[in-house]
């Protein structure tokens, strides 16, 4: 029996030796703990500027994210986003949104939580289970500041109180704020192409704790809650609150008269094709 004693000590050492000194062996025993990776596609506003959820001015989107494994069917991530977003009332064939001719665009910075959910089981390095269908939902939030561009010049809107906003005519309409929540829930596809690196596609919509994403909500102020610039001339604030001027005879600006819709907040969708890489942990084998 002593002499077997030390032919089974070099036995075990051989079988632990990978995972004892690190080699990296992809085998039975690794283990697959999480991900991190890149986010590429576009964004789609939705909002009193898009209020037939038309696809025409989708933007740019650029995103990092990083998923743990909790097991082959859930995990949890995290995605931090930049984001364009615009509309404009050219594109709109409703009579009143084409002759209220307004505009605006924005970046949005975004960080969210996700979990996320697997239809079938993925094991990255399997054969058999290397596709598939997922949910994703979760909740974060996010930086916006829309803006509009008059005579070639870039203006922040919500500094303007385009609505009334800090005006004393209006003293119950206070300026917005322009940090929020946002609420995602989308579908993706999931594929694993090698050991190391997974992609998909998944679409995901954001639902805003905002209705000013578009700088557009309630009711116009009216002209006379901004007063004349320097030497009588129209000021910033009043020529954009009310561009109808250009669209014809007779701005549609009336104090009262509806501008924008306050029951529904904002929203928007990502689209993107995402590509990461694997991180790995080792399990030494059980005797």
Request: glycine share 10%; proline share 5%; aromatic share 18%.
């Amino acid at each position: 029996m002593q002499l077997f004693r030390p032919a089974g000590i070099f036995l075990l050492l051989l079988l632990t030796a990978p995972c004892a000194w690190g080699q990296g062996y992809i085998d039975y025993n690794t283990h697959y703990i999480a991900e991190a990776g890149f986010e590429l596609g576009g964004a789609q506003y939705f909002g009193d500027l898009n209020t037939r959820t038309a696809f025409k001015t989708l933007k740019p989107t650029l995103g990092a994210f990083y998923r743990r494994y909790l097991n082959d069917y859930i995990g949890v991530s995290a995605h931090l986003h930049y984001a364009r977003l615009g509309y404009s009332d050219t594109y709109n064939d409703n009579a009143f949104q084409h002759r209220r001719n307004l505009s605006f665009n924005s970046d949005i910075w975004e960080l969210t939580l996700q979990g996320d959910f697997n239809f079938y089981r993925f094991e990255p390095g399997s054969l058999r289970y290397r596709f598939t269908p997922y949910l994703t939902l979760g909740i974060g939030g996010f930086h916006f500041n829309p803006y509009t561009w008059y005579q070639d010049k870039k203006y922040y809107l919500q500094p303007l109180g385009t609505e009334g906003q800090g005006s004393a005519q209006y003293p119950d309409r206070k300026p917005y704020n322009l940090y929020t929540y946002c609420i995602p829930v989308g579908m993706g596809l999931k594929y694993n192409i090698n050991n190391t690196t997974n992609i998909s596609f998944v679409v995901t919509h954001r639902f805003t704790g905002t209705d000013y994403l578009d700088d557009v909500s309630t009711t116009y102020a009216g002209a006379s809650a901004f007063p004349a610039g320097s030497a009588g001339k129209e000021s910033i604030p009043f020529l954009l609150q009310d561009r109808s001027w250009a669209t014809g005879s007779a701005p549609i600006g009336q104090q009262g008269r509806q501008r924008g819709n306050s029951r529904d907040r904002d929203q928007y969708l990502m689209v993107e094709v995402n590509i990461s890489w694997m991180f790995a942990a080792y399990r030494c084998p059980a005797f």
